[in-house]
């Protein structure tokens, strides 16, 4: 009998169907046997119960894990413990600008450029992307079961170093020289990270290096920084004390010794200032192998074990390598005791129950974040106008902005069509890097011609004679010369490939070929020759200022970078950034790299004339000050006083202006007694349209009008105040290079 082709199909049909509905069934019967598994065990195990409190948690994990376990626990890369269903995971990642070394991600400016921002609320926000996306990449690893390094939800970020000398190459990590925006930017990032839910952490962030940490790379690893307790207490601890008080997780000591004893078994700085004096709660890390450099580096015990037990003794709970190891040696020798290392294993694990680590899937609300997040349209615009904001420039004769409708542009130099340009360091990965190049080309209009060649290489003189390049320049309507430097030439030791000084900068100068090649570009040329700069630090730009009729300093940009200065050579922005940094005009200006002394260094304590002065930036607009004043012209000690002053837009073009007010306190200064000549204590970015005013207010503290005395102890001193609110630090050099000037006034303390 011939079987029926329809009832056949109409059978299998039903057959599946019955399939179907039975894998739902088993699908769903499974997921009620999880659930009430995961909350049985929930109820036979607390510290698997996230209705329970954290102390509650920690004290039940703690006594289920063996001494060994402990200590595998207290190091970077924890192993999975499978009889307590505990994961492996590993402390170690980064996010300097954007989630690093894990992946695509959105890759924001280096932080010395959003430090030329001046915009606290924007690294908030910056902040708030970065953190979304690494809970992003974190969600969707942890559905792989992928849990590598950098992978994790523990950010070694931000680094609040002060940048107190040019020749550090990792300068270009921080936010500056100056402790107020330091602090003022590190707190941003941290709330930003952190997040508001009142029970988790969307990310948990860290402040490094503490302390007393820049340079030189060559020697940080047994290099004894020595400072006088008001350096201490002036520069170099504000911005940690102001991230510990907004609530950062995590402290990272550093590798070098400060005034004797190493960073992490520093009896002063971890227990007294960072427990006790500030109450700091969260966690102490060592940097990477610092704990090592303990008895290998700095000679200071003579032994691993000892190491490890003089770290744990001074209160480091995570060892950033595998030192800790030794622990259980330390502890069959009597140099440690168990309730010690439990103390401090506690104060790991609370991080992690924050992080909700050991919580079921979707228990916090961050672990619903999307992967659709990560790069998204929404990212790249930020990222793009944090670029706009950090670029700053630094003359203009008129040559900027650029029309988009030149008959022919010529683009040249080492770094324009360079991607490690837009990197810096501690970065991630991108599909849609924007060269300088690709940004220009992208905003030229048809029937414009766009020509370009390298013309010279980045680090050394060109070995092939003929030049085709410079020549160019002189047929093109404008030149646009890309040069500066990259991750190659300043770093951290052992990635800057090209760099004989271990990433420092030892020689101030922008390579000689391309001072050699900018000259002859501009040689009898009567066309605009722009010259654009990339770098993460201060560097003698003396002759590119005589040459060029107009300078850009664009720093590591991001990904946006090249249509972020595209923005601002064209117009469609105005440039709005200011030098979170000093330029001094050489090194001869500034102390030895190794002294640790502030006299002589920074805007705040350098009597020299600098090539750029902190604060400095132009904008293709103008800005006027006005009427400032005080609430009352004589103070008490202990009372705030409140500054108000107009800013007018005087230009023809919308433009942002950052109102900077500075401190001076008159007596001391005249008197020699080694207090700051400035002292950066407000800022606030204001945008206005041509013709256009506001009043820009200020309230300075008691603690913000206070000195810091030769043991470290702040006061106010009785005497007149100067007060300055312009565009720039308030010398003669920025009104010289053409700052607004600004107004001053003066309060006394009685």
């Known amino acids: ?335 440690v005791t168990q309730a010690a290392i439990d103390s401090s294993l506690a104060v790991l694990l609370r991080t992690r129950f924050k992080l909700g680590l050991f919580d079921p899937p979707g228990s916090n609300p961050y672990d619903r974040i999307p992967e659709s997040v990560i790069n998204s349209s929404e990212h790249r615009a930020l990222a793009r106008k944090a670029a706009e904001k950090s670029v700053v420039l630094l003359k203009n004769n008129g040559a900027l902005p650029l029309t988009t409708g030149l008959k022919k542009y010529y683009v040249t130099g080492p770094n324009a069509a360079a991607v490690d340009v837009l990197l810096g360091n501690y970065y991630g990965v991108n599909p849609q890097l924007v060269t300088i190049l690709e940004g220009l080309a992208a905003q030229a209009q048809p029937g414009s011609q766009m020509t370009y060649r390298q013309g010279v290489l980045l680090d050394r003189p060109n070995v092939n004679p003929i030049d085709w390049a410079s020549g160019e320049a002189k047929t093109a309507d404008a030149t646009i010369a890309v040069l500066g430097i990259s991750g190659l030439l300043e770093g951290e030791e052992g990635e800057s490939l090209a760099s004989p000084s271990f990433g420092d900068r030892l020689d101030y100068n922008l390579p000689k070929a391309q001072i050699d090649y900018l000259r002859k570009l501009k040689q009898g040329n009567t066309h605009p020759v722009i010259a654009v700069i990339t770098c993460g630090s201060p560097m003698n730009l003396a002759e590119v200022q005589e040459i060029a009729d107009a300078v850009l300093l664009v720093w590591y940009p991001g990904e946006e970078g090249g249509n972020a200065v595209a923005d601002i050579i064209f117009g469609k922005v105005s440039p709005s950034g200011k030098l979170p940094v000093t330029f001094p005009k050489s090194y001869d200006q500034l102390p030895p790299y190794e002294n640790y002394a502030m006299a002589g260094r920074t805007y705040r304590y350098m009597t020299a004339e600098p090539l750029y002065p902190f604060g400095f930036g132009l904008s293709y607009t103008t800005f006027a000050y006005s009427d400032l004043r005080v609430s009352k012209k004589e103070i008490g000690e202990r009372e705030s006083v409140t500054v108000e002053v107009t800013l007018t837009n005087t230009g023809k073009m919308a433009g942002d202006e950052v109102a900077e007010l500075y401190l001076t306190h008159e007596a001391n200064v005249s008197a020699n007694d080694s207090g700051p000549l400035f002292a950066l204590k407000g800022f606030q970015r204001v945008s206005l349209a041509p013709g256009a005013s506001t009043r820009v207010s200020f309230v300075l503290t008691s603690e913000q009008l206070s000195l810091v005395d030769a043991k470290g102890k702040s006061f106010v001193p009785a005497g007149k105040i100067r007060i300055s609110v312009g565009g720039s630090l308030p010398t003669a050099r920025s009104e010289a290079l053409g700052a607004a000037k600004g107004v001053s006034t003066e309060v006394v303390v009685k």
């Not at 792989?144 to 000398?165: E, V």
């Not at 020595?226 to 601890?237: I, S």
Request: aromatic residues 10%; proline residues 4%; hydrophobic residues 40%.
């Open 1 to 335: 009998m011939k079987s029926n082709p329809q009832h056949s199909k109409r059978a299998s049909m039903l057959t599946l169907r019955r399939h179907g509905v039975r894998e739902k069934i088993l699908l769903f019967l499974a997921t009620f046997i999880l659930c009430f598994w995961i909350q049985a065990r929930a109820q036979q195990e607390p510290y698997l119960n996230p209705t329970l409190s954290i102390d509650v948690r920690v004290k039940d994990l703690l006594g289920r894990l063996t001494p060994q376990e402990k200590v595998y626990q207290m190091m970077n890369s924890t192993p999975a413990i499978q009889r307590l269903h505990i994961p492996e995971y590993d402390w170690w990642n980064e996010a300097l600008h954007g989630v690093a070394r894990s992946g695509i991600a959105t890759v924001f400016p280096q932080p010395i450029g959003m430090a030329a921002t001046f915009d606290d609320s924007l690294v908030g926000q910056v902040a708030d992307v970065i953190s979304d996306e690494a809970r992003a990449m974190y969600n969707a690893a942890i559905k792989k079961d992928y849990r590598p390094r950098f992978a994790g939800l523990t950010f070694w970020t931000p680094n609040i170093n002060i940048f107190r000398d040019p020749r550090w190459g990792r300068g270009q990590e921080t936010y500056g020289e100056d402790p107020y925006l330091t602090a003022r930017m590190g707190v941003a990032l941290v709330r930003g990270f952190q997040g508001n839910d009142p029970r988790y952490l969307k990310v948990a962030a860290c402040a490094k290096h503490y302390a007393v940490h820049s340079g030189p790379e060559r020697l940080r690893h047994h290099f004894d920084a020595e400072v006088t307790q008001k350096d201490l207490w002036e520069t170099y601890l504000p911005a940690f004390h102001a991230l510990v008080n907004a609530g950062v997780e995590a402290v990272m000591c550093a590798y070098n010794r400060t005034d004797g004893e190493a960073c992490c078994a520093n009896t002063y700085l971890l227990e007294d200032v960072l427990r006790k004096q500030w109450g700091f709660k969260g966690h102490i890390v060592s940097d990477c192998d610092a704990i090592a450099d303990i008895y290998d580096g700095h000679k200071l015990v003579s032994s691993r074990t000892g190491a490890a037990a003089l770290a744990l003794q001074r209160g480091v709970n995570l060892n950033c390598g595998d030192t800790y190891l030794a622990l259980t040696d330390a502890l069959g020798q009597g140099l």
